[in-house]
């Protein structure tokens, strides 16, 4: 199994407290998704007007199935959200862990 990572950048509209309150409700729905081993959220970077996350899925189904969930409309048709970046990466498993990187086993909750 290769884990996939999702690397998704956006604009945003609101200011950075109110990008926060908007989008925190939507941890658990993140959680629960199938495949879906950890997410870092980023804060807006008020200086570029950017927020987004970095996602890292078991495989490349699950990523596809994300990509193609409920949610994932929810996200990229917000009013407040514009200017997607979506890209997907293998992951360099040896380096990572290496690193430190949580990879290669589920992430404790």
């Not at 290769?2 to 109110?18: C, H, I, M, P, S």
């Not at 008020?46 to 994932?72: H, R």
């Amino acid at each position: 199994m290769t884990e996939r990572v999702l690397q998704l950048n956006f604009r945003v509209k609101a200011g950075g407290n109110d990008y926060q309150a908007a989008v925190a409700p939507l941890a658990d729905a993140f959680a629960a998704v199938p495949g879906l081993r950890w997410k870092i959220w980023y804060q807006k970077n008020e200086a570029a007007g950017e927020a987004g996350g970095i996602y890292l899925f078991e495989d490349q189904a699950s990523l596809d199935k994300f990509l193609a969930s409920d949610l994932a409309a929810k996200v990229t048709g917000h009013p407040a959200l514009s200017d997607f970046s979506i890209k997907q990466f293998d992951v360099m498993e040896k380096e990572t862990l290496k690193t430190r990187g949580p990879v290669g086993a589920k992430v404790a909750v």
